[in-house]
């Protein structure tokens, strides 16, 4: 008998390991997505901002 609860708990044990690595994983995954867009939008806004300074010094030349 303790074979076999031991072979139980150890396949308990293993899914469990395999439950938290894969949660894991999939963590590290939606923190790189997350980085890399929030990289994109940091982009997107510094070229927003140079765009409207252009504009600004555009409209100030025509003046």
């Not at 293993?14 to 963590?27: D, G, H």
């Not at 939008?41 to 600004?56: A, E, G, H, P, W």
């Amino acid at each position: 008998m303790t074979t076999c609860s031991s072979s139980v708990d150890d396949r308990m044990s293993q899914s469990a390991w395999a439950t938290r690595l894969t949660k894991a994983f999939y963590q590290d995954d939606q923190q790189a997505k997350f980085m890399h867009l929030q990289a994109e939008v940091d982009s997107l806004l510094q070229q927003l901002q140079s765009l409207k300074q252009q504009r600004i010094a555009t409209t100030q030349l025509e003046e």
